[in-house]
Nanobody, 124 residues
Framework: QVQLVESGGGLVQPGDSLRLSCVGS????????MGWFRQAPGKEREFVAA????????RYTDSVKGRFTISRDYAKNTVYLQMNDLKPEDAAVYFC?????????????????WGQGVQVTVSS
């Protein structure tokens, strides 16, 4: 079993920054990638960013390119999402996920375990 715990969410104003963290525990050895997804009220959950664990290859959805950065820390078994210049449309529950397989890390079906989610609110 794998456990993923997100933290770092909160209420910020437009233009502010937040850093989300996701700590993995349990049977995480052999992971292929980790990703961040988000779900706003009344909307489908959507891909935000992903990073392959060994090579560090990155993928982002277009709307966050240049503003968000995904990174990983091997020693801490943690993946981060640095979010800068936040906009009201970034408000959502953010989920991290881990994949032990797959090629398309933008697809939810590639991921095997999910965290519980963390709320990000962007409002003036």
């Amino acid at each position: 079993q794998v456990q993923l715990v997100e933290s770092g969410g909160g209420l910020v104003q437009p233009g502010d920054s937040l850093r989300l963290s996701c700590v993995g525990s349990g049977a995480t050895a052999g992971r292929r990638a980790m990703g961040w997804f988000r779900q706003a009220p009344g909307k489908e959950r959507e891909f935000v960013a992903a990073i392959t664990w060994n090579l560090g290859a990155l993928r982002y959805t277009d709307s966050v390119k240049g503003r968000f950065t995904i990174s990983r820390d091997y020693a801490k078994n943690t993946v981060y999402l640095q979010m800068n210049d936040l906009k009201p449309e970034d408000a959502a529950v953010y989920f991290c996920a881990i994949s032990f397989r797959g090629i398309d890390y933008t697809s939810q079906s590639t991921y095997d375990y999910w965290g519980q989610g963390v709320q990000v609110t962007v409002s003036s």
